[in-house]
Structure formats: structure tokens, C-alpha cells
């Protein structure tokens, strides 16, 4: 949906025609309606921010027409009769109402807050959620940071993924690619779902659904669904690979999912969860395949599932936990 039209359609000034095309694109979908709810707050609280400044809206539009005016009568070489279009009128006022104070920044909430600067998203010892102005969800892994921004008038949405690892669930726009950087990389996509992992040795994107570019350096990768990519941000190398397992998703459903899954690679999810010191001390161990599915709950548990159904042994020891 455009935001002009929906712009137009918070002034009343649509037809029947277009009315009627916002209103089904409202209902059609929760985030639509979500990203419609945040842009109505904005201009409310604009048009109310105005008011208390006892700053007469169509006084102000009148001065502006009349000093642009006086701008074209000046430039011989200015078109005749352009018409500012009614979405440029709101958009001005509502940036030079975000501009004009600090005001506005103590009122707007949470993401809203992107459109006029970058917000922080931060976890801690537990993942964390966001929905953000268009939709798009991201899951934040424990202690991960980005920082958000989707300006109004802008034409990209912005996130810089200062470490950790995150999970994308992008809406589609075409006219405002998603993009991600994290050091060196720069990642864009329309709309698709994928995971990002930056730690300080290297940098990780595994793609769920759709498709994704990825820019590191002078290369350009493209990857499609099940596929990653692995940056040794200190060598500079890179390895494009098929991806054979939706462990990386744990943080996101709250679950390990393991279909056929090499044990050391299940072992090595739950020592990044858990901060666990799990290790293989038998070369039978080592080999074995497991399909299960473990809850993110209690590690115990979790390792008393993986004896039952694979037969092995478990011993804990002073720092560090033995499955042969």
C-alpha cells in the first residue's frame, strides 16, 4: 500500500474508489492494520502538538504557497502550475513538527519513534520480540543489539545489527528494500525470512524463505531458502553452503527441532543455549543421528531425552558434561 494514499485517506480526501482499497487493505491483514494504527498516531499527535503551539495549519500552508510562489514568479525557468500533491503538504508538516522539538520525541512510542531516528532494540538473558512500523518481526536472541530506523520520507528500512543473532521476518515492499549490515556486510532483501548470527570471529545468515543478497567486500552472494553463508570476518573468507537443519531457529519457536540431525551438531545448539559445556566422549556417540524435539525448557531434561533415545551415557562432571 502507498503511504501517500493512506496519508490522503487520513485527510478524508479519498474517493470512493480508493476509500474503499484502504479499508480492504486494513482488513486483509493484522500488520497492515498495525502499520495503519502507527501512521494515524503520528498524525494525531502532530496535528495535536500544532494545536498547542496555537499554529494555525492552513495559515502556515498559505504562507508556504505564497513564498513558493514568489520563488517561481523569480525563476523564469520554473514549470507553471505545479501542484503540490496533498500527501506533501502532511508530510511537511508532520517533519517540521519532528523537527521542531525534542517535544515530539518525548510522545511518540517505541518503534514509532524510527521514523525520525534510530531506536535501540537490546535482550538480555531471554530472547525478545519486535513488531516493527511496517510488520516485519524481528526475534532478538539473549543478548543481542540493533538499532532500527524506517524515516518517513526515506526509502530503505534500516537495520544495523550491532552483535549477536537475530531472526528476520520481513514484510514485502518493494519500494522500500529491508536492509541489514553487521561490520563489513551488507545484507538486502524485499521480503523473506532469515537468521543472522555476528559474533567477533565471524558472521553467519542462513535464509528460511525467499531469497537474499549479501555484500561482503568486493563479493556478492545470493542466497535462497536453505541455503547460508559463513564470513571469517579476520580472514575475509567466505563459504556459501546448503543449510540441513532448523536448529538455528530454537530462540524463535522455543524448541529444537532435530530430523536426522549429526548429535554433535544437536550438542553444539545446546551448549550455545544453554551456555552448557557438553561434550562427545565417544567416537559411537559421535556418529549417531537423532530426530527429536526438544523443548527450550530444562537442559536435564533435555539430555535425559537424547539418552533415551539414542541408549548412550551421561556424566556430569565438575565443569563439563560427558555423553558416550
Given at each position: 500500500?502507498?503511504?501517500?494514499?493512506?496519508?490522503?485517506?487520513?485527510?478524508?480526501?479519498?474517493?470512493?474508489?480508493?476509500?474503499?482499497?484502504?479499508?480492504?487493505?486494513?482488513?486483509?491483514?493484522?500488520?497492515?492494520?498495525?502499520?495503519?494504527?502507527?501512521?494515524?498516531?503520528v498524525w494525531e499527535r502532530s496535528a495535536h502538538l500544532l494545536e498547542k503551539q496555537e499554529v494555525d495549519n492552513n495559515v502556515a500552508w498559505?504562507?508556504?504557497?505564497?513564498?513558493?510562489?514568489?520563488?517561481?514568479?523569480?525563476?523564469?525557468?520554473?514549470?507553471?502550475?505545479?501542484?503540490?500533491?496533498?500527501?506533501?503538504?502532511?508530510?511537511?508538516?508532520?517533519?517540521?513538527?519532528?523537527?521542531?522539538?525534542?517535544?515530539?520525541?518525548?510522545?511518540?512510542?517505541?518503534?514509532?519513534?524510527?521514523?525520525?531516528t534510530s531506536v535501540v532494540f537490546e535482550?538480555?538473558?531471554?530472547?525478545?520480540?519486535?513488531v516493527l512500523l511496517d510488520g516485519s518481526v524481528l526475534t532478538l536472541n539473549k543478548n543481542s543489539s540493533l538499532r532500527?530506523?524506517?524515516?518517513?520520507?526515506?526509502?530503505?528500512?534500516?537495520v544495523n545489527l550491532a552483535g549477536g543473532e537475530?531472526?528476520?521476518?520481513v514484510v514485502k515492499n518493494k519500494a522500500k528494500p529491508f536492509v541489514v549490515t553487521a561490520e563489513e556486510m551488507?545484507?538486502?532483501v524485499l521480503g523473506t525470512s532469515f537468521h543472522v548470527n555476528q559474533s567477533p570471529e565471524r558472521i553467519e545468515v542462513i535464509v528460511d524463505a525467499g531469497e537474499v543478497k549479501v555484500a561482503y567486500q568486493d563479493q556478492v552472494i545470493f542466497l535462497q531458502k536453505d541455503e547460508k553463508v559463513t564470513i571469517a570476518t579476520a580472514s575475509g573468507g567466505v563459504e556459501k553452503?546448503?543449510?540441513?537443519?532448523?536448529?538455528?531457529?530454537?530462540?524463535?519457536?522455543?524448541?529444537?527441532v532435530a530430523e536426522s540431525t549429526a548429535l554433535p551438531e544437536l550438542v553444539e545448539a545446546l551448549?550455545?543455549?544453554?551456555?552448557?559445556?557438553?561434550?562427545?566422549?565417544?567416537?559411537?556417540?559421535q556418529n549417531r543421528l537423532i530426530t527429536t524435539t526438544l523443548e527450550y525448557g530444562s537442559l536435564e531434561k533435555n539430555l535425559e531425552v537424547i539418552r533415551e533415545t539414542l541408549g548412550l551415557s551421561i556424566s556430569y562432571e565438575e565443569n563439563r558434561i560427558v555423553v558416550e
Open positions: 500500500m502507498d503511504d501517500q494514499l493512506l496519508i490522503k485517506y487520513l485527510l478524508g480526501e479519498t474517493d470512493l474508489r480508493e476509500t474503499d482499497q484502504v479499508k480492504q487493505w486494513i482488513a486483509a491483514d493484522l500488520r497492515n492494520r498495525t502499520y495503519f494504527e502507527q501512521m494515524s498516531w498559505n504562507q508556504f504557497k505564497d513564498r513558493r510562489d514568489r520563488m517561481e514568479t523569480k525563476n523564469h525557468f520554473a514549470p507553471k502550475g505545479i501542484l503540490f500533491p496533498v500527501w506533501l503538504r502532511v508530510a511537511a508538516m508532520i517533519t517540521l513538527v519532528i523537527l521542531g522539538g525534542w517535544l515530539v520525541g518525548s510522545y511518540l512510542p517505541g518503534p514509532v519513534s524510527a521514523l525520525y535482550s538480555q538473558e531471554a530472547p525478545r520480540k519486535e532500527y530506523s524506517q524515516k518517513l520520507l526515506g526509502d530503505r528500512r534500516v537475530v531472526y528476520f521476518e551488507t545484507l538486502t553452503e546448503v543449510n540441513r537443519d532448523k536448529l538455528f531457529r530454537y530462540y524463535v519457536e522455543g524448541k529444537f551448549n550455545k543455549a544453554y551456555g552448557s559445556k557438553i561434550e562427545i566422549g565417544s567416537e559411537r556417540a
